[in-house]
């Protein structure tokens, strides 16, 4: 899904735009492919900017060409060159149930992982918001050498 909203405060602030501003907005639901319930909800957050510049965005779907910030990497010219990331855990809120698919009263810890994405221009291209399921968690891996 994806569209053009105002900013919330928060995203506006990991933006550097002020609250009210449009931005695009899209987010992604993953599920687990055995019993189909929800492993994580992403949300995207670009500046409208990019989105009037690069429509293919505004598409609810998978992107073809790569990745969001592949897409506007590739438009600009300028790399990226910071990832802020955060990560935390904290119990289930109202806000959660839809995006999680959980009842709304459900009392289980979840996983918050945000990433900020600047480009060599110092211009924050994408602000993203995780929220891993409850009973979920996070791995990671990487090749050493």
């Not at 289930?92 to 994405?117: G, N």
Request: without cysteine; aromatic residues 4%.
């Amino acid at each position: 899904m994806a569209g053009i909203i105002s900013a919330p405060e928060d995203v506006a602030e990991a933006l550097g735009i002020s609250a009210g501003q449009p931005v695009l907005r899209r987010s992604r639901t993953y599920r687990d492919e055995h019993t189909g319930a929800v492993i994580s909800h992403s949300t995207s957050w670009i500046p409208a900017a990019l989105a009037e510049e690069l429509p293919e965005l505004l598409m609810g779907k998978r992107l073809s060409g790569g990745t969001s910030i592949d897409l506007i990497t590739q438009h600009t010219g300028r790399p990226v060159t910071r990832r802020y990331s955060a990560m935390w855990a904290r119990i289930t809120t109202p806000a959660d149930a839809a995006p999680l698919e959980i009842p709304e009263d459900t009392q289980a810890a979840v996983t918050v992982l945000t990433v900020r994405v600047v480009d060599s221009s110092g211009m924050t291209i994408e602000y993203g918001v995780d929220l891993g399921g409850p009973g979920r968690r996070w791995t990671k891996e990487e090749g050493i050498g």
